[in-house]
């Protein structure tokens, strides 16, 4: 089922399609693996919860940003793009997949070379959308490129109390999407959130040798992803996902 569940057809808007393409280049921090994001820098938001802290972490390769998870001094900043990718042939052989825990519903891109984390799909994303940090990996935006704020703080029980409190007073608003009360008391940013997910990347951002983060997917990957679609099937049709 997964293999056949529809992508958004909503195209990413008008004014920004007749612009020159802005790509965005991504690498391990030793690297060997590079590669290019073609689509677009759509959402920020910080993120709280245990997974992407581990995914982020678990890297060979330390620098301040992970640190700074690791003693819980901040979220992991994630940035959302159009899933539009140029790797080459080289590149796929040092590009690797993980999850960070069995029940876990995102497959994690590493780099087989200093297993640092590349990029992240999950099923919300129908195909659109990857997320990927600065926080390990070397992101490189295109010139220009305008870096939007944080728009909310998700998953933010996750995060221990006693560390909550800590973090900065500016931090971003708290979205929490098992919680009711916080879905309708944000609903316009969840809406804005889902957007991201349903907006599919433009024929003008892509070329001949473009693939999405699924197409790299081993055939043992792609089956592990296809049973984690189907396992969320009740709750992207909440959330009108599918």
Known sequence: MAEQQKESTKEESKDDA????KVHSLACPCGKLKMVIQGQLRYRVQ????????????SKVKNPAIQELTDYKRGVDAYYFGNALLVSDEAKKL????????????????????GQLMAVINPCYIGNVIYTT????NLTL????????QSFSIWPKDFPGDKKKALPADSPVDLDFNDPESLKANAAR????????KTAVPAERKTKDTV???????????KEFAAIQEKMQPMLKSFGLV
């Open 47 to 58: 993120c709280l919860c245990v997974d992407c802290r581990a995914r982020v972490i678990c």
């Open 95 to 114: 590009v690797d997949f993980f999850k960070v825990k069995d029940d876990a519903n995102s497959i994690n891109m590493k780099s087989s070379c200093c």
């Open 190 to 197: 969840v809406d804005e959130y889902l957007t991201v997910f």
């Open 212 to 222: 999405r983060f699924e197409d790299l997917l081993t055939a043992e990957w792609k």
């Open 142 to 149: 295109a010139p220009g490129t305008e870096i939007p704020k």
């Open 134 to 137: 600065p926080d390990g990996p």
């Open 18 to 21: 007749k612009e020159e393409p």
